[in-house]
């Protein structure tokens, strides 16, 4: 039987043609995932330097100054630290369900930012369930941080993963109904669409104006669901040593370090996009809606352009939370549970069935 050499070097050929062609499909599958972990790594990066230099103004004093210009690089070097300490695990405890809590706590943030859209159609999963999905995914945290407490074998971290899990519960209810009042008024659950529903009327369209006391209550409640102060009940410093995170040291105390901001920052993301219209620009007096229409000609200048006003309204929300946690007093527990409960729920569903009259009878 005689072998023909070229038939055989097309076969290779072609062979090595498909498995290119598959290894540069999972490429482009990888490529958006690892830019979006990459600019969430430098937003939090940012956060950290900025409430450092933030604290340090409101506090008069110079803050952080010596790591890289002006102090950025103090949060890396302090990254960097945190992995070259010593792991310790507690001697008693649950070691499974210690190793476990802070990974469930960062993945089940992470896992948020697929639904965000950071700029003009620039989303990783443009879902029909998209702000529910974030509700969803956002209450598995506090899970992890439960089982961080519990797996310490420590009264301190078990009662701070206690209050953790009361604090979400209390404070989740009124904020998935005031992100169901944004759905009624976009007429769906896709964070694309309630930006452009608020992008057809500009400014006074967006969510701010037309729902003002959901904004208020999904403010308050943005900053209890990230444990922020005056809401910072469970690592509480004066009463529970560190809370959940007092065993901890190393990179599992850094993964607790980072979920803070990550949360943070998906949180004031969360804001902007349903009150503040995400990528829009329409400001009175600003030739904003010009812009935005040559923008969606020059894509990659209008991508660039709605990235970036999507991230200042979101420092925007940034800058209050961190002014607010040195303005105000840390709440006692019974007084943080009585807001969620008293105050915030019959507020979050008056403030439901007033949109949802008010949409009946536009009808």
Do not use: H
């Not at 039987?1 to 490429?27: A, C, P």
């Not at 070259?84 to 369900?97: C, H, I, V």
């Amino acid at each position: 039987m005689i072998i023909d050499t070229s038939q055989v070097q097309d076969i290779n050929s072609f062979s090595r043609l498909e498995f290119l062609k598959e290894f540069y499909g999972i490429l482009w599958v990888l490529v958006p995932i690892l830019t979006t972990v990459l600019g969430i790594t430098i937003g939090v990066l940012v956060i950290v330097w900025l409430e450092r230099e933030i604290s340090a103004g409101i506090q008069q004093r110079i803050g952080p100054e010596y790591a890289g210009p002006l102090g950025v690089l103090q949060a890396l070097a302090d990254g960097t630290k945190l992995l070259f300490k010593e792991n310790l695990l507690p001697s008693r405890g649950d070691t499974r369900l210690f190793s476990m809590g802070p990974s469930i706590a960062v993945i089940s943030i992470l896992l948020s930012y697929s639904v965000i859209p950071f700029g003009y159609r620039l989303v990783l999963a443009d879902l029909p369930i998209g702000v529910f999905l974030w509700i969803a995914i956002s209450s598995v945290a506090p899970i992890g941080l439960l089982m961080s407490g519990y797996g310490s074998n420590n009264k301190y971290s078990f009662l701070g993963g206690l209050r953790a899990a009361a604090q979400s519960i209390s404070y989740e209810i009124p904020l998935t109904l005031c992100v169901l009042s944004i759905s009624l008024l976009s007429n769906s659950s896709s964070t694309v669409d309630i930006v452009e529903a608020q992008s057809k009327y500009g400014f006074w369209g967006w969510n701010l104006w037309r729902q003002p006391i959901g904004f208020v209550i999904f403010l308050i409640s943005s900053l209890a669901e990230c444990e922020r102060l005056p809401f910072d009940l469970p690592e509480a410093e004066e009463e529970l040593v560190a809370g959940y995170q007092t065993e901890y040291s190393g990179i599992k105390f850094g993964l607790f370090y980072v979920a803070s901001y990550l949360n943070l920052l998906v949180s004031s993301l969360f804001v902007t996009v349903l009150y503040l219209g995400g990528w829009d620009i329409s400001i009175p007096y600003i030739l904003g809606y010009e812009l935005f229409e040559i923008n969606k000609v020059y894509e990659v200048f209008g991508m660039t352009i709605s990235i970036f006003i999507t991230l200042a309204k979101t420092y925007l929300f940034l800058f209050i939370s961190i002014a607010t946690r040195w303005t105000l007093p840390r709440l006692r527990i019974d007084q943080l549970l009585n807001l969620g409960w008293k105050f915030l729920l019959p507020i979050s569903l008056g403030n439901l069935l007033l949109t949802t009259s008010f949409q009946l009878f536009s009808l």
